[in-house]
């Protein structure tokens, strides 16, 4: 009984490191927004940083069009192509943003796990 308490116990923990819900095990979009996009992209309405445009709202905007916002070089290039950001848009650049707009400023390498990626966007998608 201790042994399958402990293991379950370990399995919530290995869960909740890897951006799971404790309770379903199913990746969790707000982890996974503080592991992945926190330190350079806010959520509030009209608030870049620095670092980055704030992600509020960002379903159907247009891509580097914030014009608050001093995008790269590389997304200006990408928004040509790319005009907006959809659900298919954004799966495609957080899987490998270097392959999507190459010479892109951002820190994050990708997002290799379809799961995360899926519920990273689907949070998103409500802010």
């Known amino acids: ?3 399958a308490a402990a293991l379950t116990g370990a399995a919530l923990l290995a ?3 890897c ?3 404790p309770s379903t095990g199913a990746p ?3 982890t996974l927004y503080r592991r992945h996009c926190y330190a350079c992209h806010a959520l509030e309405p009209g608030r870049d940083t620095p670092a980055g445009p704030t992600l509020h709202d960002i379903f159907g905007r247009a891509v580097a069009g914030r014009a608050a916002f001093n995008y790269s070089p590389a997304l200006r290039r990408l928004a040509a192509r790319q005009p907006h950001w959809t659900a ?3 799966d ?4 490998d943003p270097q392959a999507v707009a190459p010479g892109n400023e951002m820190g994050l390498a990708g997002i290799a796990d379809e799961r995360e ?3 990273l966007i689907d949070w998103l998608r409500e802010r």
């Open 92 to 95: 495609r650049f957080l899987a």
């Open 15 to 17: 869960g909740a490191a």
């Open 1 to 3: 009984m201790r042994l």
């Open 117 to 119: 990626r899926q519920a």
């Open 28 to 30: 969790d979009g707000a």
């Open 19 to 21: 951006g799971a819900s």
């Open 88 to 90: 298919s848009a954004l």
